[in-house]
């Protein structure tokens, strides 16, 4: 099933059980207990420092965890590497994009498939084979005739886009995306919310950080609620949205 609809989400992927992150005194994320099932985008949302990238940075091995587990198809992946986690099939796109900006946009793709990026591939498929997919991948996000620019020449729309088709070009089964529509006109919005459907419609399960309501509402097939680190509501979109209690926190009235 896709995107707004999906309500028979397929198994769990990610099993995070009591998930804590201290920073000192604070708890950036606590006692986080939720699934990521398979097929469906989840949203996660709540107030600026709720917790929702170091979330992220746990389960791809960017922070160390100070409590809880994270089990990737039933394996415990705490203390695994970034790129080892990576070549189990989870991918991610940071707030702050990370490309190679000296590169060009050809160059971005073809990295992520170089062999040793390759989830399970000892050795990667030739380089024709994996210009080619890159290709198709430019094609799909627009980006086909800029194939030859430096990526810090892009506009910033154009590096979103190179953001997302750099993961495109994995094999990840979960895409975790930091805010991948924040900042987008309304035609590149178009093309991500389409692109985004064709590839959770192949397969992709797809876990987002939002703050823009429109696009909560117009992605989620569950939206997940972080608050001072901790989880709030895990449910279907319409249960999460109308809980007065989560509007005032999110809006900031606490009264
Ligand atoms: N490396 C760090 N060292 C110390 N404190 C940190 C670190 N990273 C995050 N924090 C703190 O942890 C809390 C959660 O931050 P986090 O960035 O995960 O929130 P967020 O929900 O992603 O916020 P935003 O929506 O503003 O991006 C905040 O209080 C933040 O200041």
Not at 112 to 133: I, Q, T, Y
Request: proline share 4%; net charge neutral; charged share 25%.
């Amino acid at each position: 099933m896709t995107m707004n609809g999906a309500r028979n989400a397929g198994e769990t992927l990610l099993e995070i059980r009591h998930l804590e992150k201290r920073f000192g005194g604070v708890k950036a994320v606590a006692d986080v207990t939720m699934d990521l099932r398979a097929g469906i985008v989840t949203t996660l949302v709540g107030p600026n420092g709720a917790g929702k990238t170091t979330l992220f940075n746990l389960i791809t091995g960017h922070l160390p965890r100070s409590g809880g587990s994270v089990r990737w198809l039933g394996r415990d992946i705490g203390g695994l590497k970034p790129y080892q986690i990576a070549r189990l099939g989870i991918a991610r796109t940071f707030q702050d994009l990370r490309l190679f900006s000296e590169m060009t946009v050809e160059e971005n793709i073809l990295t992520v498939m170089e062999p040793n990026a390759l989830p399970f591939r000892l050795s990667g498929p030739p380089l024709k084979e994996r210009r080619a997919r890159a290709g198709h991948v430019l094609e799909r996000t627009g980006l086909a005739d800029k194939r030859a620019v430096r990526a810090m020449d892009l506009a910033y729309a154009e590096r979103k886009f190179l953001s997302l088709a750099r993961i495109m070009a994995t094999d990840a089964r979960l895409w975790l995306l930091d805010e991948p529509a924040s900042g987008l006109d309304p035609h590149s919005y178009e093309l991500f919310l389409a692109l985004l459907r064709e590839e959770v419609s192949a397969g992709v399960t797809v876990c987002i950080i939002e703050h823009n309501l429109d696009i909560v509402i117009g992605i989620s097939d569950r939206i997940a609620f972080l608050d001072h680190g901790r989880l709030l509501a895990d449910d279907d979109p319409k249960t999460v949205l109308e809980d007065p209690a989560l509007a005032a926190i999110y809006f900031g009235d606490r009264s």
